[in-house]
């Protein structure tokens, strides 16, 4: 059973922070800018996440191309590193709105994949941080989404994620 479906069928957790906790996470601290940019930009009840790279404490656990083969990340790798990347957005989102359960809504989702050029699996990397909102917010972590593959991403990172959300 997910967390989704024991908030809806039993008295579980509520609140995206008793989610987070049921789920066994917490929220890291917002990764520091690699360039000239900010974590994030709010506009009203808008926040943009810039792109976040998978980091744990601030390091790069894996880098590489994601695909099959030696050499290679392998997709599942790739999408528990989305789910990290999607777990520092939400940090920064959460930051810049007060918390997490300022957070109403995930509007938007794109996920960057560092892919070899014969992989083709992007939406199933991006999926890792995908599910997790859908873990986090419940329906309110349905989401619009982009899974796009690329030549490089930044530190030579697998992943990259940005959110849009709407906040209180």
């Known amino acids: ?96 709105a007060g918390g997490i359960d300022h957070i109403r809504r995930i509007v938007k989702l794109v996920g960057f994949v560092a892919s070899d050029p014969s992989f083709t699996g992007q939406p199933a990397v991006v999926n890792g941080a995908s599910e997790l909102l859908g873990d986090l917010f419940g329906a309110a972590g349905a989401h619009a989404r982009s899974a796009v593959g690329v030549a490089a991403l930044p530190l030579d990172a697998p992943v990259e994620i940005e959110l849009v959300v709407e906040v209180d």
């Open 1 to 96: 059973m997910t967390i989704i479906e024991a908030t809806t069928e039993h008295a579980g957790p509520v609140t995206a922070s008793e989610r987070l906790v049921a789920l066994g996470l917490d929220l890291p601290p917002v990764p520091a800018p690699v360039a000239a940019y900010l974590p994030t930009v709010r506009s009203g009840s808008w926040v943009w996440t810039s792109g976040q790279l998978p980091l744990v404490g601030g390091a790069l656990p894996i880098r590489g191309k994601v695909g099959e083969g030696p050499g290679l990340v392998a997709p599942e790798e790739a999408a528990r590193l989305a789910r990290i990347s999607v777990l520092n957005a939400v940090a920064a989102a959460a930051a810049e």
